[in-house]
């Protein structure tokens, strides 16, 4: 097992991991907000289109069942836009207590280090759990808009066979 005192490199890893963390929610957070622009758009335009037009009562029953979806699909993207940007948070503080750890081993501070590693991990596994629990929530989210999508084909092929 290589130590810190062996490798500089290791000091670096501790430093570089939750940066990389940091940069992938960053990512999914900025894909997470795209796809809740996209559903405040999809609701905007079902409300307009309820009020304003004529349509069969088929197609008013399934859009006001997406109305509801479209409220859970907003409930989940902000839950998993919570998460990610908690772990991002934890992820940039995990990065700024490694730095402050590197700097007590090279003051030969050991259990200073110890401790700052072990706070350091702490909020790594923090973050990582919010990364995950924010991906299974974008998920959940997918599969709810996929329904929605099979729904509309299926109205959609219904209608042009009558």
């Known amino acids: 097992m290589v130590t810190v005192s062996d490798s500089p490199y290791a000091i670096l890893t501790l430093i570089a991991a939750p940066a990389v963390f940091t940069n992938a929610c960053s990512l999914l957070s900025l894909g997470t907000g795209n796809r ?25 029953d ?16 902000v839950r998993a836009m919570s998460c990610f940007y908690g ?7 995990a990065s700024v207590v490694s730095i402050l750890g590197a700097s007590a081993f090279s003051a030969h501070y050991g259990w200073v280090f110890q401790v700052i590693v072990g706070i350091s991990f702490v909020l790594g596994m923090v973050g990582f759990a919010g990364l995950a629990v924010g991906c299974s929530v974008l998920v959940n989210e997918t599969r709810i808009a996929v329904r929605s999508m099979y729904e509309e084909s299926q109205l959609a092929r219904n209608f042009f066979q009558r």
């Open 36 to 60: 809740l622009g996209r559903v405040v758009d999809r609701t905007r335009q079902l409300t307009k289109d309820l009020h304003g037009n004529e349509i069969d009562s088929a197609t008013r």
């Open 62 to 77: 399934l859009w006001i069942n997406h109305l509801g979806r479209l409220e859970k699909r907003g409930g989940l993207l």
């Open 87 to 93: 772990a991002i948070g934890c992820f940039a503080a």
